[in-house]
């Protein structure tokens, strides 16, 4: 059931390094206790134009959007977060973008009303 969405500029990564960073991710979430790797689902969604902050500096950005069930302390939500946000900066990092926004966001669904 847990969702990740990584919305990205379309020409931030070669389509081999997309899909990398992806399992990365999923792996990653894989890693939090109450989430099973069998029910996780990833996927990417390519921004064509994206602007940030005064446009001064490079528009490269990469947003990731978890949904999880509701029942997660906030701590855990956070650790899930900054986990995902971390695995996706040096994954970067290690393909030479340095100047890249990364952002995470935690989405509780509600379980009365998401079918799974």
Do not use: W
Not at 25 to 53: M, N, Q
Not at 56 to 66: G, S
Not at 98 to 112: H, Q
């Amino acid at each position: 059931m847990p969702h990740i969405i990584a919305e990205l500029n379309a020409s931030l990564l070669p389509a081999s390094s997309e899909q990398e960073l992806l399992n990365a991710l999923h792996l990653e979430l894989a890693k939090e206790p109450s989430v099973a790797l069998d029910r996780i689902k990833t996927r990417s969604v390519h921004l064509p134009h994206v602007i940030v902050g005064d446009d001064t500096k490079a528009d490269k950005m990469l947003h990731i959007i978890v949904k999880l069930l509701k029942g997660r302390t906030v701590e855990t939500r956070k650790t899930v977060g900054l986990a995902l946000q971390k695995t996706a900066q040096d994954f970067l990092i290690g393909k030479s973008i340095t100047e890249c926004y990364v952002t995470v966001e935690i989405i509780e669904l509600d379980p009365e009303t998401y079918a799974a």
